[in-house]
Every structure is written in structure tokens, then in C-alpha cells.
């Protein structure tokens, strides 16, 4: 099935202890993206990454890092998170970057920094 | 600057009447493509449709269906019969020919029993 899975789907953690959010698509697609959910203001792209290696900020990647060395995964790492952090993230990807091409969300990631 | 306006927050309508969730976007590209997107209670999003800039036909599906109007940057979506099935967030995307999917906030559709 093709699919974008995220892992962990919840996750509760505290002020400045590193994390990891990861991020694998089964479909070869070429583009992956990060976004954040915040009632009121709609989905934010954090990072994209046009392929292995490729990546670029998006409208808010302040405290935010990506790596791209496969092309399935996409992981997304707080090295220092705070509590203005604390969103609902998806990660999508696509076949390539035209409009297009549909863009496949995952399940989503609630993070709560206390 | 590209944009997309959901002017609507929150919207309630009882079951089996017709709602129409407004969208209006903003770009300056000739090329680019709209999308509405639902998010029902479970959080997770769903593809409704995509539109690209040069077909301006309605869309009917079901008892969904889609206007677009490059006159008025608009592209509204409407159910028809309402089901409370049909209560979600939908959100209506813009992609131009930069890599970035701009979002609307958002409507909370309600449909009352």
C-alpha cells in the first residue's frame, strides 16, 4: 500500500531534550516536505527536499533540522525543542514538484513541549 | 506573494442542507494549481481535488462539487444534502511553480444531526 508513515504518532516531551520525528514514503517520490498545524494559521512548510541530499527551508524553519540521505526518509529533528514548538506536524511527499503531482500526507505527529 | 484566504472560521449547518466553503487566493504565477484538502476529527488529511489554472471547469463529484473562477481568484467548494460524516476542517491549498503548498487556515464545517 502506498502510504507516508510517521513515527512516533504522540509524543510528550520536555524543554531542550533532543528529538527526532521520522518521516518514510513508499512510493519513490522524489519531493518530501515538513509542515506544522497551528489552530488558526493553517498548515506552515517547515523544510522541503527536492531529492537525496537537496533540501531548503520552507516559511518557518527557525529551531528546525532536516537530513536527506535516502530517498524514502525524511526525518525531522529538534536539537533544542520549546514550548512554541508544540504543533501537530505532517510530512508529505510527492513525485516530483509541479503542482501536478498530488501530495501524500502522513498520519500527522502531535508534539507537546513542556 | 502567493496567498489563500479562508475567510470562514467556523460554519454549522444541519444535516442535509447545502454549504459552501469560500476560497480566495492570491499569485502572480500564470501556472499554478488548487487543492482542497479535508481533515476529519481523526487528524489525518485527505485529498478532495486538485484544480490547475488553465481548466476552469466546475467538478462535480458525488455530492461534492467545486467553482472556480479565475475572475475572482475563487475556488469555492460545496457539499450538497449535508451528512454529518461531511463535519471536518477543509482546507484549501495553492501550489505554484516554487515548491511550496500554501494553506488557507482552514474551515471547521459542523453538521448538526
Known amino acids: 500500500e502506498a502510504q507516508v508513515t510517521q513515527n512516533p504518532r504522540y509524543l510528550i516531551t520536555v524543554t531542550g531534550k533532543k528529538l527526532t520525528v521520522t518521516c518514510s514514503q513508499n512510493?519513490?517520490?522524489?519531493?518530501m516536505s515538513w509542515y506544522r498545524q497551528d489552530p488558526g494559521l493553517g498548515l506552515r512548510q517547515i523544510y522541503y527536499s527536492m531529492n537525496v541530499e537537496v533540501t531548503d527551508k520552507g516559511d518557518v524553519p527557525e529551531g528546525y533540522k532536516v537530513s536527506r540521505k535516502e530517498k524514502r526518509n525524511f526525518p525531522l529533528i529538534l536539537e533544542s525543542p520549546s514550548p512554541n514548538q508544540t504543533s501537530l506536524y505532517f510530512c508529505a511527499s510527492s513525485l516530483g514538484t509541479s503542482g501536478v503531482n498530488e501530495q501524500f500526507f502522513g498520519p500527522g505527529t502531535r508534539l507537546t513541549v513542556l | 506573494a502567493q496567498k489563500v484566504t479562508q475567510a470562514q472560521t467556523e460554519i454549522s449547518v444541519v444535516e442535509k442542507e447545502d454549504v459552501t466553503l469560500d476560497c480566495v487566493y492570491e499569485t502572480r504565477d500564470t501556472t499554478y494549481y488548487l487543492f482542497w484538502y479535508k481533515q476529519p476529527p481523526s487528524g489525518e488529511l485527505v485529498f478532495l481535488i486538485r484544480?490547475?489554472?488553465?481548466?476552469?471547469q466546475n467538478e462535480i463529484s458525488g455530492r461534492y462539487s467545486w467553482n472556480f473562477q479565475k475572475s475572482t481568484s475563487s475556488f469555492n467548494f460545496t457539499i450538497t444534502a449535508s451528512q454529518v460524516v461531511d463535519s471536518a476542517v477543509y482546507f484549501c491549498a495553492l501550489r505554484t511553480g516554487a515548491n511550496n503548498l500554501f494553506f488557507g487556515t482552514g474551515t471547521r464545517l459542523t453538521v448538526i444531526p
Open positions: 512510493m519513490n517520490h522524489e519531493y
Open positions: 484544480r490547475n489554472s488553465f481548466d476552469e
